[in-house]
């Protein structure tokens, strides 16, 4: 029974002051849930003992069996000050640290103001730890730090004080290593776009004094979560800021860092380290606890308990004597002592901002596009940022953030759940049940013991039948879920059954044709239930005041993952929520019984409104396809359609993975490091090109395929998204003065990039005239392919944008009209777009391929091109383009290009050759392995081809003994240095790699699994070395 009544939660809801909403971020296994667990203890929902073994908020199945949270999980506690005594509502958000899931962070950061990040002071900074930190950097939230498992450094590491806190020193610097280096690289980008300054004047004019954390400071923690206690540097500031005859605040800038106390001056004096004294933090804060672990954990001695308690001001019940295990015994102490939900939760409240305090900055980020130009608003939706940033629930403005939809078993809803009985309906019960025992035993004594034994089996029957009645209900209503919006209200108050717009994230008020309910990006909803969450329960309320926490019920029907709620059509849609991991996993599901594919698809979309990442298609073969982050995600998908939304068995392909092709350099070397010789014949560039003719003849177009530079590869995977947005609008639309800067800059790099272009002298264009005659980028505008126009035919200009002028198409300025090309430019274009998105390998998009137009001549007139014997001219000139650049593309060396893994993986000493040998074998690269200080477990990365991915964890488990732990997110692409037709020719490879080839072309195995895949023609054979069975034994 929790101890806080739900009344005055609500109650709380309207102090603005005084709520608090944060999440929980850290590495996974770094102790998230277990933190909870012991906040949780404050407000008796669970008890102390079972804190860190109940893990309360991991309420799936599945996340209890392995140990790791896989969702986002919100609950609201009551916290009374210390220092104020006033009360204060924290809604508390769980989230998951493993990378396969981190999709849901992103939606419980979107809606905090503050963010406690953990840290295991064994593991230190892992992969995920990083990425926690650039979420909360990117969406400007509060960050706190919480050092965790301290007693592993005790009873694991057997670390002295001494070494520990040297050890935790190094911990907090990687840690505040790791967010400079965020916040330089951000300042860095801003000042390379804006000013064009130098380094080192862009991070001197920008101030990062409060954005490191610093136990001084008051916003780190030291914690053991398991065993309950934590403390912050102001706890021992103020237990001996009287015997120290120190000030409380002049202590808590001492203890930590480099001081030691004098005795004879009775101050702090700086130098410990010189002059080999021991630092305050030790003296008076570690020694403490090692000595309370030495006596009741390592030694054991049970004796010394009560007197301990009386040092330490706590009381001990006789219960609480009497425990036999020593880890009880610590947390007992320890937790009456330094109880970790106060010392948490009081940081909390001094160093998290209430909602109200929204800076300028991030209300900006998140209400309009990031180079979104204000100007262009309307007044009426500018006039809202002021709203949004007060977060006054009476006003008249409702703005609410959709970041989820929360699958909820309708079972679980509180109207459907049996409601507790008062004291005095459960007395009313105790008489009548007492009443009918009396009549029975009158009934028995009259009735004679046959007609007893009848009556009793026909009860017994009928029991039976109820019970099968109630079981098949249950069965009925187990396929019922619901979906309630995991929501936050940023501005006015939600009532049930108001009527609000529903504005999808396409939404743009600046677009006057979507200010209205015809608009497709634009519906009216009606709230339904309003719920609390707790944790696995939901609470149901009446209204919601701005800068809280809700589920919002009803929704299920028009929201599918994320939507901005508003009362004002002129509110414009909250930014996209910042996802750190590429979904790029992806499995076709089928049925078992192919009759039940209509309740596969049902399924599926019920998981795709469920899972805010996973991304459901049919693919073109009419494959049912899902795309996950990883194996765990895709079981977790699998295991949820079978058991909860599709209710059907279902098969699971392999996993489908995608690939790019591109072409590179002729290679100088071959596959046995000998050198190729070229004759003049070979390097003869002309034989490249490709001429082509369309079906009338009357146009001709030469064209040759050349390698892109790493460097413009690069520059054009960075600003795909850009370039996405730039293509996606009209010509005639503005342009915000940020996009213009941000295109000059992208042009200013490109033109650098270009220097390391290789042309083979086919052009004397210096590197600024080829990037003004690029034609366009593929595929789909955006990809970083390029088509280059180097024939005489003035090609529209790309960088249009920057020349923009009012009501002047400036990708025409310049060109003449006049041409009769110009009026099948977008066929050219198109055929390009077509080829770049469909290579000739294996159909797969392409990468880094410049197609250079050589020429492009058309020789009639409009009249004459439009023959009805060869069909329209447009597209004759649509396939010729296709055609050329797919052939110019096959006469260059062509490549697979892989998506690679990043895979870090945390193992012990001993098994690190095991874990090197499972590496090999799937193709993978070591970058580096350094042993992690104060432990003897190497902190390993490497690289991983994803086709090669499959099983690995599985596998390197297996062979290491459970020892190593590896966690996988994707890196980038990596061009397979192997030509996928290549064959022994030489002497030298035939003697290496046999007549017949053994060893297997790893390029052309993935490009044929593809072919299969897509049902494209594969060049193999049943048997293709056929030889003569050798019987070895003789017959007898």
């Known amino acids: 029974m929790p101890v806080v009544d739900i009344n005055d939660l609500v109650q709380i809801q309207k102090k603005i002051t005084q709520v608090r909403n944060i999440c929980i971020l850290a590495h996974v296994d770094h102790g998230k849930t277990t933190l909870a667990d012991s906040l949780l203890v404050s407000n008796g929902i669970i008890s102390q003992r079972m ?70 002071v064994v593991e230190g900074v892992c992969p995920q730890t990083s990425v926690c930190l650039q979420q909360t950097y990117v969406e400007k939230l509060k960050p706190v730090l919480v050092l965790n498992k301290i007693d592993r450094l005790i009873l694991e590491k057997q670390m002295t004080p001494l070494d520990a806190y040297f050890h935790i020193s190094q911990i907090l610097e990687q840690v505040n290593a790791a967010l400079g280096k965020i916040f330089a690289s951000d300042v860095l980008a801003k000042e390379d776009i804006a000013k064009k300054d130098t380094y080192e004047s862009a991070l001197e004019e920008v101030d990062d004094s409060n954005l490191y954390f610093s136990p001084a400071a008051g916003n780190v923690i030291f914690c053991s979560a398991f065993d309950g206690w934590a403390f912050s540097v102001t706890d021992f500031a103020v237990t001996y800021a009287k015997r120290l005859n120190m000030g409380c605040k002049e202590l808590e800038q001492v203890l930590w860092g480099d001081y030691y106390y004098n005795a004879n001056k009775n101050c702090a004096v700086a130098g410990a380290q010189e002059k080999a004294k021991k630092p305050m933090f030790v003296q008076f804060v570690l020694e403490n606890i090692w000595s309370l672990y030495d006596t009741i954990v390592i030694r054991k001695d049970k004796e010394k308990l009560p007197v301990i308690a009386e040092k330490l001001g706590i009381k001990l019940l006789p219960r609480d004597l009497r425990l036999g295990e020593p880890k009880a015994q610590i947390k007992t102490v320890l937790g009456q002592w330094l109880p970790v939900d106060r010392t948490v939760l009081e940081m909390v409240i001094k160093h998290i901002p209430p909602p109200n305090d929204i800076s300028d900055e991030r209300a900006q980020r998140l209400l309009y596009p990031e180079n979104a130009d204000l100007s262009t608003y309307s007044p009426e939706t500018l006039a809202l940022k002021e709203d949004f940033k007060c977060c006054d629930d009476k006003s008249e403005n409702v703005i609410a953030f959709v970041s989820k939809m929360f699958p909820v078993h309708i ?302 590869v690069d520059l054009l995977e960075k600003y795909t998204s850009f370039f996405k947005e730039l293509s996606s609008m009209s010509k005639s639309s503005p342009v915000s003065e940020k996009s213009t800067s941000l295109l000059a800059q992208i042009k200013t790099n490109l033109t650098a990039a270009f220097k390391d272009f290789d042309l083979k002298e086919l052009s004397s264009y210096n590197t600024a005239e080829l990037v003004e005659r690029l034609w366009a980028l593929g595929p789909r505008n955006c990809g970083t392919n390029i088509l280059l126009n180097l024939s005489d035919y003035e090609q529209p200009n790309l960088w249009y944008a920057l020349n923009r002028t009012a009501d002047v198409d400036s990708s025409r300025i310049g060109r003449d009209t006049s041409d009769i090309r110009c009026n099948y430019n977008s066929s050219f274009v198109n055929g390009f777009q077509l080829t770049s998105s469909a290579g000739p390998l294996c159909e797969e998009p392409m990468q880094g391929v410049c197609f250079v137009v050589l020429e492009w001549s058309v020789h009639a007139s409009d009249d004459e091109l439009n023959t009805k014997s060869f069909g329209p001219f447009s597209g004759q000139i649509l396939t010729t383009a296709k055609e050329a650049c797919k052939q110019a593309f096959q006469n260059q060396p062509q490549r697979l290009v892989s998506p690679m893994y990043s895979c870090n993986i945390v193992v012990d000493a001993e098994v690190l050759g095991k874990m090197y040998a499972v590496i090999g074998r799937r193709h993978g690269k070591i970058l580096s392995g350094d042993l992690t200080q104060g432990s003897g477990n190497f902190s390993v990365m490497a690289i991983l081809p994803v086709i090669e991915s499959f099983n690995f964890a599985q596998e390197i488990r297996k062979q290491t003994s459970g020892l190593a732990c590896p966690q996988l997110i994707f890196s980038h692409w990596e061009v397979i240095d192997i030509d996928p037709f290549w064959v022994p020719t030489t002497e030298e490879e035939i003697t290496h790699f046999g007549e017949k080839a053994d060893s297997a072309n790893r390029a052309k195995v993935y490009m044929d699994s593809v072919r299969h895949r897509k049902g494209l023609y594969v060049d193999e054979k049943v048997v293709e070395h056929a030889e003569k069975q050798r019987t070895l034994s003789k017959k007898k």
């Not at 509180?414 to 009918?436: I, M, W, Y």
């Not at 014949?681 to 090109?689: L, Q």
């Open 411 to 712: 079972a679980q809803l509180p109207q459907n759940k049996p409601k507790r009985f008062t004291e005095d309906e459960l007395q009313a019960r105790r008489d009548e049940v007492r009443k009918r025992i009396e009549e029975r035993k009158k009934l028995a004594a009259q009735t004679e013991l046959e007609s007893l034994t009848t009556g009793v089996e026909k009860l017994n029957v009928e029991t039976k039948e109820v019970e099968e009645e109630i079981s098949s209900l249950c069965e009925a209503d187990k396929e019922n879920f619901v979906f309630i919006a995991f929501a936050r209200v940023f501005s006015g108050t939600i009532k049930r059954g108001m009527k609000l717009y529903n504005l999808t994230p396409k939404h743009d008020p600046r677009n006057k044709d979507q200010l209205n309910l015809d608009s497709p990006y634009v519906t009216e909803v009606i709230v339904g239930d309003l719920y609390l969450f707790m944790g696995g329960e939901l609470q149901p309320l009446d209204e919601v005041p701005a800068g809280n926490i809700v589920g919002i019920g009803g929704l299920e029907n028009d929201i599918i993952k994320t939507a901005t709620l508003s009362s004002t059509i002129h509110c414009s849609s909250f930014s996209e929520l910042s996802i750190m991991a590429t979904p790029i996993l992806r499995v076709a599901i089928e049925p078992v019984n192919p009759l039940e594919t209509p309740k596969l698809i049902k399924g599926l979309k019920l998981l795709n409104q469920a899972d805010a990442c996973v991304q459901v298609s049919v693919a073109a073969t009419g494959e049912h396809v899902i795309t996950t982050l990883g194996e765990v995600h895709v079981e977790k998908c699998v295991h949820d359609l079978e058991e909860n939304y599709a209710k059907i068995k279902v098969n699971v392909s392999k996993p489908i993975v995608s690939f790019r092709e591109t072409i590179v350099p002729d290679a100088t070397v071959d596959m046995v490091n000998e050198t190729i010789v070229r004759t003049a014949t070979d390097k003869d560039i002309t034989k490249k090109i490709v001429t082509l003719q369309t079906a009338n003849k009357l146009s001709t177009v030469k064209v040759i395929a050349l390698p892109l530079p790493q460097s413009v």
């Open 51 to 120: 804190a860190g073994k109940l893990r309360y908020l991991d309420n799936r199945q599945d996340e209890q069996e392995r140990g790791i949270t896989m969702k986002s999980s919100s609950i609201s506690l009551y916290y009374k000050g210390v220092t104020n005594e006033e009360d204060y509502l924290i809604n508390l958000i769980d989230s998951p640290g493993h990378v396969d899931f981190s999709s849901e962070v992103s939606t419980a950061v979107r809606l905090c103001d503050g963010a406690i990040i953990v840290v295991d």
